[in-house]
């Protein structure tokens, strides 16, 4: 999902802008706003936008506690919801960026881009609230267990009010990590997510925990590998992220 699909040639401009005439105030101010515009929640949440959020919820989870394929189809249906109920508004936010940006090349008055970027406060209180209601929805999907989880894993002391919003290029980078994960651990996933249903099922029909217990441990290795897999692509997202991305201590979910 796209959050602001220009912030790398904002960036580039506001740092050729602050050797020019135009004064720095100006463009500071088309970056801050551009800063606090998207991903507020999810950001907050180690996810970014609700996208990347729900791949993180798809592949960070620990096996125990995975996302269920009724759970999976329920989140992504919400996301689609939010993606096509906020487009316009996404869209408008974006113009007025652009609109700013443009108003700094052309040297405009601090007070001049503040007039610009004003028109898009009210848009951006609107995603604001959409963003959090949609966070509220997955939450309400997830079980208490998987709440319990995220709550402890996420990043404690993020700000996400100093989170320079991911580039698409980030963005992409990220999406891409979390598909080669799944695919180059398919056969782990599959092989865990089979024990774990039969271990259920075993408790169901009134079996013993340690027979339950003994499809658990048959995967073994496999979970074994899939924890370091985790912890490498949390590793991995990290590392994708620029220095003062990580100084506002928003890290990637889990």
Same mark, same amino acid.
């Given at each position: 999902?796209?959050?602001?699909?220009?912030?790398?040639?904002?960036?580039?401009?506001? $740092?050729?802008?602050?050797?020019?005439?135009?004064?720095?105030?100006?463009?500071?101010? $088309?970056?801050?706003?551009?800063?606090?515009? /998207?991903?507020?929640?999810?950001?907050?949440?180690?996810?970014?936008?609700?996208?990347?959020?729900?791949?993180?919820?798809?592949?960070?989870?620990?096996?125990?506690?995975?996302?269920?394929?009724?759970?999976?189809?329920?989140?992504?249906?919400?996301?689609?919801?939010?993606?096509?109920?906020?487009?316009?508004?996404?869209?408008?936010?974006?113009?007025?960026?652009?609109?700013?940006?443009?108003?700094?090349?052309?040297?405009?008055?601090?007070?001049?881009?503040?007039?610009?970027?004003?028109?898009?406060?009210?848009?951006?209180?609107?995603?604001?609230?959409?963003?959090?209601?949609?966070?509220?929805?997955?939450?309400?999907?997830?079980?208490?267990?998987?709440?319990?989880?995220?709550?402890?894993?996420?990043?404690?002391?993020?700000?996400?009010?100093?989170?320079?919003?991911?580039?698409?290029?980030?963005?992409?980078?990220?999406?891409?990590?979390?598909?080669? /994960?799944?695919?180059?651990?398919?056969?782990?996933?599959?092989?865990?997510?089979?024990?774990?249903?039969?271990?259920?099922?075993?408790?169901?029909?009134?079996?013993?925990?340690?027979?339950?217990?003994?499809?658990?441990?048959?995967?073994?290795?496999?979970?074994?590998?899939?924890?370091?897999?985790?912890?490498?692509?949390?590793?991995?997202?990290?590392?994708?992220?620029?220095?003062?991305?990580?100084?506002?201590?928003?890290?990637?979910?889990?």
């Amino acid at each position: 999902m796209r959050r602001i699909a220009f912030i790398s040639l904002a960036a580039a401009t506001l $740092v050729a802008c602050s050797s020019d005439t135009t004064s720095p105030t100006a463009s500071d101010q $088309v970056d801050e706003f551009a800063t606090g515009a /998207f991903g507020t929640a999810f950001t907050a949440a180690g996810g970014y936008d609700a996208d990347l959020y729900q791949a993180r919820l798809f592949n960070a989870l620990p096996d125990s506690i995975k996302l269920t394929d009724e759970q999976r189809a329920r989140i992504a249906a919400l996301i689609e919801a939010f993606k096509q109920a906020t487009a316009a508004d996404r869209d408008a936010l974006n113009a007025i960026l652009r609109q700013a940006m443009e108003a700094v090349r052309a040297n405009k008055t601090r007070a001049e881009v503040i007039a610009i970027l004003d028109r898009g406060l009210a848009i951006r209180g609107r995603l604001a609230a959409a963003e959090a209601n949609l966070k509220t929805q997955i939450d309400a999907v997830l079980t208490a267990e998987q709440r319990a989880w995220l709550a402890s894993h996420s990043p404690q002391r993020c700000d996400p009010s100093k989170f320079v919003p991911l580039t698409d290029a980030q963005k992409t980078q990220m999406r891409a990590l979390e598909a080669a /994960f799944q695919e180059a651990n398919k056969a782990d996933l599959e092989a865990v997510k089979a024990a774990f249903e039969q271990a259920r099922a075993a408790i169901a029909a009134g079996k013993s925990r340690e027979e339950a217990k003994a499809f658990i441990d048959a995967v073994k290795p496999a979970l074994e590998r899939l924890d370091a897999a985790r912890r490498a692509l949390r590793a991995q997202l990290e590392a994708i992220l620029t220095p003062e991305q990580r100084a506002s201590r928003c890290l990637p979910l889990g």
